[in-house]
């Protein structure tokens, strides 16, 4: 016998957050630079919505999509031949939205030093395969 209470109808049973993380890693070469030979910070705004919506997904069981980005700072410039790793979790979930939490870091691909770092923090809403409407999440 247990003595969890019953689940309201319709509600989808929860999963933990660590078995949604993920890392996505680039290279990034001279197509990703601007005229200054940094990269671009639209294409490291791109790696962490990518990073963002594969938890969203993989969390939700199905598409979701970018509804907000609270903030994208971008403390030290990253550069032709950096190796960027961009790590995103789940840091929690409603019944229709999530919040997933990024953290970018580069580091030179032939040095040993710390890498640089920034942070963003993404809403996510689920979407239905069909219909492209929203749909609930786990939480």
Known sequence: M???A???????????TAASRTTLSHIMTGNDTNLLGTVHGGVIMKLVDDAAGAVAG????????????DEMVFLEPVRVGDLVHVRAQVNWTGRSSM???VRVMAERWNESTPPSRSAARIWCSPRS??????APYRR
């Open 2 to 4: 247990t003595d969890q």
């Open 6 to 16: 019953p689940r309201p109808e319709g509600d989808i049973p929860g999963k933990p």
């Open 58 to 69: 993989r969390h939700s069981g199905g598409p979701a999509v970018t509804a907000s980005m």
């Open 99 to 101: 919040e997933v939490g």
């Open 129 to 134: 395969t069909r219909t492209a409407s929203r």
